[in-house]
């Protein structure tokens, strides 16, 4: 008789185990979430252009408000461009411009009797991408702010 007992608690005992198994699993399924796929657009041109207007004006406002009572520090200007670089970036991405990167630098300058050259080089297509400058000379100091907006497909 203890065996037909022993049989019958085993049997239990892994039908138990297969319930706390099967109910683990039961809550992995219920906690994931499906993965979502897209189906491919074939839209080769953005809905949403850059408007390189939009964007000049925004550059404008931007170093003008900022350096209206500035006076260069050298320690403090590399923290100062940071800050206005990611305000243009802000800014512009905040109209919603569809399938561009941008890239924004900031570069200031004391005047101190010497020349500056900038030189750039992309490979990118004439048509969807560019760049868009906006400069500031004061007899102390200069700034040069650069957009640069590259479509991406």
């Known amino acids: 008789m203890n065996d037909g007992n022993t049989n019958r608690q085993s049997i239990a005992n892994t ?3 297969w319930n706390t198994q099967i109910s683990k699993f039961a809550l992995l399924a219920v906690t994931t979430k499906p993965s979502v796929r897209y189906m491919p657009t074939y839209r080769l041109e953005a809905m949403r252009p850059l408007n390189k207007e939009v964007c000049e004006n925004i550059m404008k406002a931007v170093m003008e408000e900022t350096f209206e009572n500035f006076t260069y520090t050298p320690k403090a200007s590399l923290q100062f461009c940071a800050q206005i670089s990611e305000e243009i970036k802000c ?3 905040a109209k919603n411009y569809d399938r561009y990167r941008l890239i924004v630098i900031v570069t200031i300058g004391e005047k101190l009797m010497q020349g500056y050259y900038s030189y750039v080089n992309f490979l990118w297509d004439a ?3 560019g760049y ?3 400069v500031i000379e004061t007899p102390k ?3 040069v702010a650069t957009l640069y907006y590259l479509y991406y497909d």
């Open 127 to 129: 048509d969807k991408d």
């Open 132 to 134: 868009l400058s906006y």
């Open 91 to 93: 800014r512009i991405k």
């Open 15 to 17: 039908n138990e185990g």
């Open 141 to 143: 100091f200069f700034a």
